[in-house]
């Protein structure tokens, strides 16, 4: 079984910061993609950030220069550092992995529970 666990949110005032973190574990293989969406309350889940293994990154527009999402492979770990917050961004942040999984031969789209984040004004 292979599980994702999030961990990070909270509460912040506007300008200010927060580090979300995921941890991918289970009988894991490897690990292609691994990122973080959002979700607001009465929208769509939405694209933050990937990483590839090869440490390949894309952002939405909305949160270039504000967040960085980084990974260690070796923990099958990946992290999105969140600067210069905005009301806009509370969501709760799901974490996102493609997982190839001991027995198996292509990757699995696994999603963790998600974590909320809330931006004050």
């Known amino acids: 079984q292979v599980q994702l666990v999030e961990s990070g949110g909270g509460l912040v005032r506007a300008g200010g910061s927060l580090r979300l973190s995921c941890a991918a574990s289970?009988?894991?293989?490897?690990?292609?993609?691994m990122g973080w969406y959002r979700q607001a309350p009465g929208k769509q889940r939405d694209l933050v950030a990937t990483?590839?293994?090869?440490?390949?990154?894309t952002y939405a527009d909305s949160v270039k220069g504000r967040f960085t999402i980084s990974r260690d492979g070796a923990k099958n770990t990946v992290h999105l550092q969140m600067n210069s917050l905005q009301p806009g961004d509370t969501a709760v942040y799901y974490c996102n992995a493609d997982i190839v999984r001991s027995g198996s031969y292509r990757p699995y789209d696994y999603w963790g529970q998600g974590t909320q984040v809330t931006v004050s004004s």
């Open positions: 990483i590839t293994s090869g440490g390949t990154t």
């Open positions: 289970g009988s894991i293989v490897s690990i292609a993609v």
